[in-house]
């Protein structure tokens, strides 16, 4: 599928989204590469109680100034605003110091887990998550994906996340998924099992946007391998699969760790694609027949087993054609593999 047709999907999704005022369920919006900076900043501008963040990034630079000054503008106007940033990002602390005095609420996680959410949650109402991490670089460049949801239930379910990491950033929350209409809230170690069935229960359609997966067959057994091997499976029983990974001009630690998956999956005779090189495709993307998956955890021990991630699955068809047709992009699909290449 071509980039303008592409865009004549994402143009009826949202006319399909605006005339579906009366449906009970989630209001659900894509939100992906450049879309996001704007999304961000009328979510902000329009709080009225408050606004709650947690993002593994938070640099100095015009794009997150335009974010801080929205904040400080929300503050002010007597909003809410609190924030959780990783406190393994050197540039963090100095973005907690900016927050400090714009009147924001905000310190970094414990050191001993990482917080690699990106997840905005205003007037106990809208979630806006995903991929996109608070820098220019990540939301004037990347390939990123991220949806906004507008219901009470993900809103409280992710607010309810925002306050256990706050008090508690190493603990485990203990918060079970919750769903409302088609939509399923994924935090930390509920992602593995929910994505693994995704896999192995499709039928006809399987597609991976993923920044890094780290294949290893000298761990046998492990949960990123049993993804990977899921992905081989489907494909061995019909299951139309395809994947498009990042290929990096400057990151060799990320192709290293990319390749192994690559060639695994190549050999397996399932379709992999390399993103262009000079484009860095940091999303993360599952969609397995109509269920999509988005939101920050890629393809490692640390993000399945270990870090703090939020993501959700949400199963529609309209959803599913989009991101569909978002795959098809030709900067996500820029090369296609070989067995034997890399």
Not at 117 to 134: A, M
Not at 249 to 263: E, I
Request: hydrophobic share 45%.
């Amino acid at each position: 599928m071509n980039l303008h047709l592409f865009r004549r999907i994402a143009g009826c999704f949202l006319l399909f989204n605006a005339a579906s005022s009366t449906w009970a369920g989630p209001t659900i919006q894509p939100v992906v590469n450049r879309e996001y900076l704007p999304a961000v900043l009328d979510l902000i501008n329009a709080a009225t109680n408050s606004i709650e963040f947690l993002q593994l990034e938070m640099h100095d630079d015009r794009a997150v100034r335009a974010i801080e000054a929205a904040l400080a503008a929300a503050a002010k106007r007597g909003v809410r605003v609190r924030g959780l940033l990783d406190d393994g990002v050197d540039f963090n602390a100095a973005a907690i110091e900016r927050l400090l005095a714009l009147g924001v609420e905000a310190k970094l996680d414990t050191p001993a887990k990482m917080l690699h959410s990106k997840l905005v949650v205003v007037d106990g109402r809208i979630v806006l998550l995903g991929s996109t991490n608070w820098t220019g670089n990540s939301m004037g460049n990347n390939n990123e994906t991220n949806v906004r949801l507008d219901d009470p239930v993900l809103a409280d379910r992710f607010g309810r996340y925002v306050a256990a990491l706050w008090a508690d950033s190493f603990a485990e929350p203990e918060l079970p998924s919750v769903g409302s209409g088609a939509v399923k809230t994924l935090v930390n170690r509920q992602y593995f099992p929910e994505v693994l069935g995704l896999l192995n229960s499709a039928t006809q359609r399987i597609r991976v946007v993923m920044y890094g997966i780290k294949y290893d067959p000298k761990y046998s057994g492990s949960k990123v391998n049993q993804l990977v091997e899921a992905l081989a499976a489907a494909h061995g029983r019909g299951v139309d699969v395809a994947v498009a990974m990042d290929l990096s001009d400057y990151n060799a630690t990320l192709n290293a760790v990319n390749a192994p998956a690559k060639q695994y999956l190549a050999a397996a005779g399932v379709a992999v694609y390399d993103d262009a090189e000079k484009v860095t495709t940091h999303a993360k993307m599952i969609l397995a027949d109509d269920r999509v998956v988005i939101g920050s955890a890629n393809w490692g021990y640390d993000a399945i087993e270990r870090r703090n991630e939020t993501c959700v699955v949400i199963r529609d068809p309209d959803i599913a054609a989009y991101f569909a047709a978002y795959f098809d992009r030709p900067d996500l699909r820029a090369t296609p593999l070989a067995a034997g290449t890399e």
